[in-house]
């Protein structure tokens, strides 16, 4: 709600209620003063013309009967009456002024109390007349003056009763005037009053409303942060390779967390493993029949079989809870675990819809990302081990499980044997095949290798055509034999590969633990050696290692590996032999390939000639020597020839 | 007392009547005050003055204001003093002959006869040239507060040589 139109207003609106009220207030003074004058000045002194007139009247009357009668016995009680009226009426004309009348209405009393006073003093004198005995004498004065300055005194007591009238009718007309300004002026203040209170309460409503939505929101906001957090240390568990249980139990437990009662369960399948994970704060019945769940794969996808979900559904009714199913996929859309997610019926698994559809959809999410991530490291630590092409173990895990047999035999006290497979001629068959049919014969021999060896054997493939095979627990070194000739048997079949029927053969070459060696690496060394041997004798046999071949296999095997990088490495050279005639002159030159290796020093071609050709590196060297040769031959006839030469020439 | 005493016919007839007993005793040492208005510029007056204002001797105060008697009735203290101690007169006989002054065209004595000192006060009070005897006593009460009793030969009521008793 937009708050500042009603902000703006209330300035305003409060200057008015002040204006009001001050005008209210003011106008309300000036009614109650006038209120006051025209009680005190009207009221009072009407009642005080009225005490006057009787008291006058009263005055007048003592004093004629003081006239009716000639003894002064009696004569004098009236007079006294006169007197003491005459008194009231000096009393009054004081308490008269002491209302503070307005000019108008004081100088009325002013004139009164004149004319009263002339008339006191002809009545004295009339009354002293009477006394006297004079009533003739007395009635003379009364009728020439008493009377006219009694009569005027009257006059001007009327006057004062209609100045007091006219006063009244003044101050009646102002204080109307005077509230019905108030009037104006408080309803005025009521209204701007009611509007800023409206306003205020509006305001108030809306701050309270905010209040409660920011309060809302922040609930929320905390809740997607500790969602935020949670979904971290999953990622984490993810990223750190942790368990997948562990994982899918964390994301299992986080319907729990944002509400209590809710709950889920995850499935996942990991190398056609089905795992689960459930909830714990789901119903126990609920629990046990998931745990008891069966899958089923509908056109890739895992589901629950109709009559599984209406189970499944019957007890999540009875436990009031609505279930929510989830298919979880990578992200080539392929089935890789489901999803179940429990809320209590009547609430929410959150606050509101938005956060309830992304904790499911984070939920869903988190599963997929840890069920993927784990198949993923698995394959990427299968690769690591692996052989790509074979699928056989690689020379890195193939080393561990001698390792682990070697340990397992140090404490059976048994043999290991590592056998080395290299296939006999299997250039010329890639060569003249193809690569795809080499690769063919390659995954057919790696097949044969595996189907013959015991389960807790290893075969491997650890280069192009050579392969190995731990047979562990033998009882002797003869055993290693039995494993040899019976491996040796099954790789002689014939292969039927892309429409070839080829007859393969392999050498091979035995090592045993510990007679040949106590390491992992000489044991293979040696079966590398023991390998070479039997190429050496004639192919398609094998060879058990026999230490006294060790130095000078180790020598020839030692000069084949670095021959491999002779010709990169620059470590071929060429020397001239000069041909002379029989007369004497020079035919030509005979060139010499010399190589000089940085491990090996100086090696005659006489020993690293023949193990090139045995190695198939001798076409590659004789390239080189070739193309050496022309090259310095060229420049020789460019006349470049080096000092030596010339001095030959 | 600065005034003229007029000595009339009715003063000898009255001289002559002092002779006659007096209508009522005063109870013996009462003391009597006369009294007249606080407008009244006479403020002493002599027994022999006083004697003749009740005489009609003297009939009108120096301010030329004629002098108005108030009397107490007959029978009462202050008249029988006047009568017996003051005019050596009987009431019946000071009333004939002041009837016999005005029968004889004098200027007739204007009194007027009240019934108690405080009415008498009163009087004085309400007739500017009125003059009363009354008793002491009574002019002590409120209501002759507002009269002036006169001193008689110098002397007010309670004083040492006071003569109306």
Redesign the interface.
Known sequence: MRRWPLLATIPVLGLAAIWGSAIGIIELRHAVDRSQDLYRVDTVGSQIESDLEFQTQESRRAFLYALAVTDPNQQLPYVDAAREADEEVRGTIQRFRQIQAPESVTASIRDFEQSWSAYVQTRNDVVAAILSGDSKGAMEVDQRRGNDTFLAALRNLHALKKALEDHARTQSSRVDRTLKECIVGLALFVAATFSIVSALLKINLARAVAARALAVTNHELEKAQEMDSRRVAILEMVGTHAPLGKALASIAALPSWNQPGAGAAVWSIVENTLLYQVSSDLPEPLTNALRSKSFERVEGRLNLSMEEERKLADLASQANLAESIIPLQNATGDAIGLLLIFCPRGGACSSSADVRRRVSSQMAQLAALAIESTLLYERLAFQAQHDVLTGLPNRLLFQDRVQQAILRAQRSRRKVAVLWFDLDRFKQINDSLGHRVGDELLCEFARRLKSSIRESDTAARIGGDEFVVLAADLDGAADSQVVAEKLMKHIRLSMAISGHDLRISASAGVSVYPDHGLEPSLLMRNADLAMYQAKRAGRDTFQVFQKELSDSMGRRLEIEQELKGAIDNGEFHLVYQPLIGRQDQLIGFEALLRWNNRKLGSVSPAEFIPIAEEAGLILRIGEWVTRAACNDGARWMNGEFPASVRDVK | VRFALKFSNTTRTLALLGCLAPSAAPAAGEEFSAIVHRSNPVENLSVKDLRAMFTGAISHWPNRVKI?L?QRESGSPPNGFLMARLLNTSWRDYKRSLETMEFEGQEPV?F????SDL?AC??VF?????LALIATSSAASPECRDVRVLRIDGALPSQEGYKLK
């Not at chain 2, 007027?112 to 019934?115: A, D």
């Open positions: 108005v108030a204007t007027r006869v009240l019934n009415a009163k009087f309400n007739v500017p040239s009125a």
